[in-house]
């Protein structure tokens, strides 16, 4: 297998992701082989729905490393576990990081296979966002992406930041680190800052 750039950032995303899943699930006191579903289900959730959308194969299903990498993550929590646990931020930390990989390797996989800019922008934004939403709702609780957060909105951002990059003729792997830190970074300023999407609100029963 040819491992480039695009493949390195989608493997440490795939590590980053299956961490923030199995933490949570940790938190739920789900036994070992449940804490591996929803952190595998959080790593390749929203590639394996982009492969679909784009009509190929989901890429675990061509290359098992990526549940290898999920299993490294679970060792990992396991050995680390009371580190990786104790620490509240650890789950954002490497939520964000898996965000902004994961928005990078859509971008670049739609682009190869042919379709336009903005279905690349929706895909970046469905590969970082949608293993969240699967492992939100794994462990019973709202999706991010359906709460106030900026979650998706930061993937679209790094997206429209990606095209950018390369109108301006930077070259392909900067641009990537630039795209990925930019959703990185708006995640990061939009929780320290409470920076949010207005609340949607309904009519209160009387």
């Not at 964000?96 to 190869?112: M, Q």
């Not at 699967?134 to 993937?155: G, M, Q, S």
């Not at 900067?174 to 920076?195: D, E, P, W």
Request: a neutral charge; proline letters at 2%; aromatic letters at 12%.
């Amino acid at each position: 297998m040819h491992i480039d750039f695009t493949t390195i950032i989608d493997y440490i995303g795939t590590f980053a992701f299956a961490i923030s899943g199995i933490r949570l699930a940790s938190a739920k006191r789900f036994d070992w082989f449940g804490a591996y579903v929803v952190g595998a289900a959080t790593a390749i959730g929203g590639g394996t729905t982009r492969d679909l959308l784009l009509g190929v194969t989901p890429f675990w299903m061509h290359q098992p490393s990526y549940l290898i990498v999920t299993g490294l993550a679970l060792l990992f929590v396991i050995i680390f576990g009371k580190h990786v646990i104790r620490l509240n931020n650890t789950f954002f930390i490497f939520d964000a990081i898996g965000l902004g990989l994961f928005t990078v390797v859509g971008i670049e996989k739609s682009l190869l296979a042919g379709f336009p800019t903005w279905v690349a922008i929706i895909m970046g934004m469905t590969t970082g966002a949608v293993g969240g939403v699967i492992r939100d709702i794994f462990i019973n609780e709202v999706p991010l992406i359906f709460r106030k957060d900026i979650y998706a909105i930061a993937c679209i951002l790094g997206g429209f930041i990606y095209f950018a990059c390369d109108a301006l003729g930077i070259g392909h792997v900067t641009t990537q680190i630039v795209t990925a830190g930019s959703v990185i970074l708006a995640r990061v300023v939009a929780v320290k800052y409470h920076i949010s999407l207005p609340v949607l609100k309904g009519h209160e029963d009387h």
